[in-house]
């Protein structure tokens, strides 16, 4: 797969093309295992985003101190 950095809106977008090309039975048969491929490596890619957001927001919410100023 890509080995460039993608971003969460980037992965979802391409996500949505893809399934568009399936729904629509736009793909040849020859491609649609690519494609489904690709479609794994990024919704596994936004799960990983996703995850670790959640930790760093855990993280500074642990840190908050409301009586800080």
Do not use: W
Request: with cysteine; charged share 40%; proline share 3%.
């Amino acid at each position: 797969m890509s080995k460039k950095s993608i971003s969460y809106t980037e992965a979802v977008k391409e996500i949505e093309r893809i399934l568009h090309q399936i729904e629509n039975e736009e793909l040849d048969v020859d491609d649609l295992a690519e494609k489904v491929k690709r479609a794994y490596f990024l919704l596994k890619l936004c799960k990983e985003k996703l995850h670790s957001t959640e930790k760093d927001i855990e993280n500074i919410m642990k840190d908050f101190d409301p009586g800080d100023p």
